[in-house]
């Protein structure tokens, strides 16, 4: 198939932007880490913050709050970055609540840059998010036509003014009014000078847990946060569930909404989340060898090794292999130690850019036939820069194997997708996408296979997972 494919020049090169100028995979969401009731409030929100750091690489933030008194830094790049002994010091207080942001909604910019600290008429809010308000722009117009003023092009804004704006007095009433008027997909950390409040939208897309450590309660957008401060993993927010910390320490349940079917986003199970993390009980590298298993039994072909895309596919590719019995090899090698450019690449660096971040191991995959896991294809630029890595390594077949079904369809629920015109599957045959990245066999796992190897099965449509960028079934309005 080799002499049917443009190897170079502009498809070669689709996808570059700033953000992401080697690979087309999906942009991550936002992480957030809270803590109420412990005297190192804000060590443990850097901590977790640095364990959420693959969520969000363009700013990070803490607040903390010290007897009623709010304390923030906030500052564009890492977390180690952004923090250092001497500002984490000034952050006083037993409670706190950390972001780290990739910008889906409004510019990359430090005014953008989370948690978002404003004063209303009862106090001060701190308010970090991981996920996207749909109806954003409807709520922001109507409040500037009535004399609202943005500060900010981030949509968590929103939220303060309708907190601002409710009728209600008692804090706890009126951010269940403002997130009652909210559609979308949220993990709301709100710190008040006496309160924590964690909200969790009502189909429950986002993932957000609770965990204990000592007498302190902490929340996070997933557990390997709080396997780093040695936290006990309480359970996950439920859907339209806001859960109340005060001064007494005690933990009390409300809700603002109705759950509706519960929609975990599937992608968390099959590209976003660490593997040592854990949603809704369920293992994320243990699902992900589950759908290689399941990608092997409906797609099996005879290869002499399987390989998988550093990180995120390793656990399907192992998965695969136990399946096949073909062996697993460490075919490709991640520098792990490119860290990010701000050096526009010419055409001809941007050729070698995949090669600063991915090397085939050519002892391994030479004169092999290869079957290649990866997680997912977005545009398709990069599955053909990783399977020409394999051509000129050696390799003498390379067969592709998706870990998900076709991704067709943009997302509206904070993970940054391109237009659907963009996306390689929504496009193209099957056919046409193997020629299209040079592979000599191309397939991807079925909704199903994906599905039964998540195994989230409350009741509801989809088994309880939002599948919309599959199938197009939105579980909210768009
Ligand atoms: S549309 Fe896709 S990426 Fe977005 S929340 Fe649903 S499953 Fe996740």
């Given at each position: 198939?080799?002499?049917?494919v ?41 901590y ?10 363009e ?44 910008s889906?909604?409004?510019e ?53 003014h ?19 008027q ?90 976003f ?43 399907a ?33 941007r ?19 290869v079957?290649?896991?990866?997680d ?16 000129e ?27 659907r ?38 009741q ?19």
């Amino acid at each position: 198939m080799s002499d049917e494919v443009n190897w170079s020049g502009d498809y070669y090169n689709e996808g570059m932007n700033a953000k992401n100028s080697i690979f087309d995979k999906l942009g991550e969401e936002c992480g957030v880490f809270g803590v109420w009731g412990h005297p190192d409030a804000a060590q443990l929100c850097y901590y977790g913050l640095h364990a959420l750091q693959h969520r969000g690489q363009e700013s990070a933030g803490i607040c903390t709050n010290n007897q009623g008194e709010f304390h923030y830094s906030r500052g564009m790049g890492l977390v180690k970055e952004v923090f250092n002994e001497s500002n984490l010091h000034d952050l006083t207080g037993h409670s706190a609540i950390g972001h780290v942001r990739y910008s889906t909604a409004g510019e990359s910019k430090l005014a953008n840059a989370q948690p978002l600290i404003f004063k209303y008429r009862e106090g001060d809010l701190a308010i970090a998010t991981n996920g996207n308000i749909v109806n954003a722009l409807e709520i922001k117009s109507r409040l500037e036509k009535s004399g609202s003023i943005f500060q900010t092009s981030s949509d968590t804004e929103v939220l303060a003014h309708l907190i601002s704006r409710s009728k209600h007095d008692d804090i706890v009433e009126a951010v269940k009014d403002a997130l009652s008027q909210l559609v979308g997909a949220f993990a709301f950390l709100i710190l008040t000078n006496d309160k924590l409040i964690a909200a969790s939208d009502p189909n429950g897309i986002r993932p957000f847990t609770i965990a204990q450590l000592g007498s302190a309660y902490l929340f996070a957008s997933e557990t390997c946060a709080f396997d780093v401060v040695g936290a006990t993993y309480l359970r996950d927010v439920l859907p339209g569930e806001l859960l109340v910390l005060d001064r007494k320490n005690v933990m009390c349940k409300d809700s603002f909404a109705k759950p509706s079917r519960h929609a975990i986003c599937a992608m968390e199970y099959v590209y976003f989340a660490r593997p040592d993390s854990d949603i809704n009980g369920i293992n994320i590298h243990s699902a992900r060898k589950r759908m290689g298993k399941k990608l092997a039994k409906e797609s099996f072909i005879s290869a002499d090794i399987v390989t998988g895309v550093p990180d995120s596919s390793i656990s399907a590719a192992i998965g695969f292999a136990e399946q096949t019995g073909i062996p697993y090899e460490i075919g490709l090698i991640k520098n792990r130690y490119i860290g990010r450019t701000f050096i526009q690449p010419s055409q001809e660096l941007r050729e070698q850019g995949v090669k600063m971040k991915l090397s085939a191991v050519r002892k391994v995959v030479e004169g092999k036939r290869v079957v290649l896991i990866d997680d997912s294809i977005v545009r398709g630029t990069t599955s053909l820069r990783i399977v020409n890595l394999l051509r000129e390594a050696g390799a003498t077949e390379v067969h592709v194997r998706i870990s998900s079904p076709p991704f067709i369809n943009p997302c509206f629920y904070g993970i940054d997708t391109p237009e659907r015109k963009d996306l390689i599957a929504a496009t193209l045959t099957l056919e046409e996408m193997c020629r299209k990245i040079n592979a000599d066999s191309l397939y991807f796992l079925s909704k199903t296979g994906m599905l039964e190897s998540i195994n989230f099965m409350p009741q509801g449509v989809n088994r309880g997972c939002c599948t919309a960028c599959f199938d197009n079934s939105y579980p909210t309005k768009k």
